[in-house]
Structures are given as C-alpha cells and as structure tokens.
C-alpha cells in the first residue's frame, strides 16, 4: 500500500508523524534542508544556460531553486508536500530578486505531472526514498529530462568500512557507491560529474544545524510540556542520525545526463 503523503514527508525529515506540524518551526533557522545549492550549480553550470528549465522536487525552502535562478537565470519550478517550506521558499525568491524565474508549488512529488515539454534538468536532494527503491527512482526522474539532459541526486551511500555494530543498523540497506553507479548507468546515461561531501565539512554542517535546532526543541518544549519527551526524543534521534551519517556513510552529489529515451 502506498505511504501516504504525510508519511514520505516525515520519513524524509527523519521525524515522528506527530512532530509535522512543529517541524517548520523546529527546522526555522536552516535554509537549506540537505543538498548544498552551491555544489549543484557549479555542477550544472557548464551545462545549462539562462532560460534552462529546471525541475526541483522535494525543494524545501527553494535554497537550491533560488541559487540556481540567481546565479545561472534558469527557471525554476519546486515542488514540496510542506505548505509551511513553499511559503518560506516563495519568500526567499522575492527577497532575491526571481520570484518571476521561480515558480514553487504545495504537492505530491509521487503525483506529479509535468506539461507538454520535458525540463533540461531535474533535481533530487536529500529527498530519500520519496520515489521509491533507487531504480523506480531513476526511472522517474529520467522521465521528467528530455534526451541529452540532466539528473542531479543527493543523497549517501554505504561506506565499504562502515560499522558493523548495532550503531550501523540504520544503513545496512544503503547501496553502496557501486550499486548507485549500476543503477545511474542501466539506462545508458552517461555519469558526469560527482562530488563527495567533506566529512569535515559534514561535522561543522551538522554541529551548526544541531544547535540552531536543539535551541528552538527546548522552547517548544516549554511551550507545550505535554511533547516535551516527544521533542527530546527528536532530538536525541537528530544527533544519532548526525554521528551515524559521518561514521558509516559518505554524502556525495551526482549529475547524470540523460541519453536518448526509447521512443
């Protein structure tokens, strides 16, 4: 049976269900929920010129939708299941300056249907297994390119020496680097460009949103005593998931151009 859309949204925040309608503010002071904006456009910029169309699903708060449109002109749809995300995205676009280049929408990334022409590029970040197992994954995501275009994917894969304690249980079912590169490639498509997520990097990433995030957690809780173990246990969950994430995994991001589909 398929997960509904209230469940994708809180297995892709890492969250419980009942925690949703807290999670914009919890989650208030990050911009970016994943990917790193910068990385994806210098990725694509070789690539892609102003006017390119550009399809962002699972888009957040816009943070990659915007800097695409900033910095390369492309035209940006983003598409989120928080009402709370595409209103804090439709904000930063009009801050910027491109909220005629970006388009953002409240909606199923599952159900959704593109118009007539394909998009030169599509983005996935950070969005886990929304679409499915990696292969249906792909196969939806090529489906919204036109021939020749792009597919860029964040996401982690298992590192070959990864923990092999209970710690690790979380991530005994992540592909490895190979089995990512199987998929991207069973179509064809041709694999451009990839860029591995510093740990360093990682750590300082996750030691700033932990405590921006820690700090809003204890406010709510005094607000509503009642959740309070509700968002202690978030909590506790957001910094195993951190420590796990840097021991046993390795974040990278990929740009793959599709080749010619069959007819």
């Not at 979380?170 to 990839?194: H, M």
Request: some cysteine; charged content about 25%; proline content about 5%.
């Amino acid at each position: 049976m398929e997960s509904s859309l209230e469940r994708v949204i809180a297995d892709s925040l890492e969250c419980d269900g009942t925690l949703l309608p807290f999670m914009p503010e919890l989650l208030g002071d990050l911009h970016s929920l994943g990917s790193d904006p910068d990385t994806i456009a210098e990725m694509l910029e070789p690539h892609i010129s102003p006017g390119s169309r550009v399809l962002d699903l699972a888009c957040g708060k816009g943070a990659v939708s915007v800097v695409l449109a900033t910095r390369l002109g492309c035209r940006v749809l983003g598409i989120d299941g928080m009402p709370a995300f595409i209103d804090a995205a439709k904000q930063r676009a009009a801050e910027q300056g491109v909220g005629h280049l970006c388009d953002f929408h409240c909606g199923d990334i599952r159900t959704f249907r593109p118009d007539v022409r394909l998009y030169d590029a599509v983005i996935y970040g950070a969005a886990g297994p929304a679409l499915g197992e990696m292969r249906a994954c792909m196969t939806a995501l090529r489906g919204w390119v036109r021939d020749g275009g792009f597919v860029v994917i964040d996401d982690a894969f298992r590192r070959p020496d990864y923990l092999s304690s209970t710690v690790a249980d979380s991530v005994r079912d992540l592909p490895t680097r190979e089995e990512f590169l199987r998929t991207f490639k069973a179509y064809g498509d041709k694999l451009i460009g990839e860029r591995e997520f510093s740990p360093e990097k990682l750590k300082t990433m996750n030691r700033m949103n932990n405590r921006a995030i820690a700090c809003r957690t204890a406010r709510l809780a005094e607000r509503h005593p009642h959740r309070a173990a509700l968002f202690c246990s978030y909590m506790s969950r957001q910094y195993f998931e951190c420590y796990v994430l840097e021991q046993c995994c390795q974040c990278v991001t990929w740009l793959i151009q599709v080749q010619k589909k069959p007819a």
